[in-house]
Each structure stands twice: as C-alpha cells, then as structure tokens.
C-alpha cells in the first residue's frame, strides 16, 4: 500500500478558491473523492501514472483541475469558483493496481487522512 499525506483544505467564500495536495509514498493512479455529512463518498477526479489522462465528476468538471508531479509524487486537486455544495471531507487515493486510472472507489486501496473543504455563501 501506499502512504498518502493530505493538506490545504479550509474555509473559503464562495466564488474562492483552494489547491489540495496529496504527497504519496509511491507512484500509481491517484483520485480525489469527497463526502459530506450524511451522504456517501463520491467520486470527484482521477489521474493516470503519468498525468497524462485525466478524468472529473460532471459536477466539477471546469471549475477543478489535477495534477500530478511525479518528481514529488504529490497529486494535486485545484479546485476554483468553489460553490457551498462542494463542502465535504475531501481525500486523495492511490490505486497500486497498475490500472490506467479508476473513478471507482473499490479499486483504491490506500486513502489520505481526510480535509475539511468548507464553502461558506
């Protein structure tokens, strides 16, 4: 398994923005999901082994953007004109499977502590 490392969640206006990061032991396909209070985690991006191939959730797709540097093996989800609805726990995953890249959250194995992303109106 992989050891993941999460920071740069907070409390942001909405309209704002926040970079997470993910500093991972290894190198494999990483995603980003989110949980709010009472529902269930839901997938929010990935990206393969080489950054090469990117993958969003609908709800997020233009407003956030992830990215990879495979020199630090950090993962990073850019997440701008953050909405109230965004507000969850967000965590970063690793896939050491060797698959090009999931958004299925049964074929990560290895999970970050959690951030707390709080979008105030």
């Known amino acids: 398994q992989v050891q993941l490392v999460e920071s740069g969640g907070g409390l942001v206006q909405a309209g704002g923005s926040l970079r997470l990061s993910c500093a991972a032991s290894?190198?494999?396909?990483m995603g980003w999901f989110r949980q709010a209070p009472g529902k269930e985690r839901d997938f929010v991006a990935a990206?393969?082994?080489?950054?090469?191939?990117?993958y969003y959730a609908d709800s997020v797709k233009g407003r956030f953007t992830i990215s990879r540097d495979n020199a630090k093996n950090t993962a990073y989800l850019q997440m701008n004109s953050l909405k109230p609805e965004d507000t969850a726990v967000y965590y970063c995953?690793?896939?050491?499977?060797?698959?090009?890249?999931?958004?299925?959250?049964?074929?990560?194995?290895?999970w970050g502590q959690g951030t707390q992303v709080t979008v105030s109106s």
């Open positions: 290894g190198r494999t396909s």
């Open positions: 990206i393969s082994r080489t950054g090469f191939i990117t």
């Open positions: 995953a690793a896939d050491s499977a060797l698959r090009e890249l999931s958004i299925r959250l049964e074929n990560y194995d290895s």
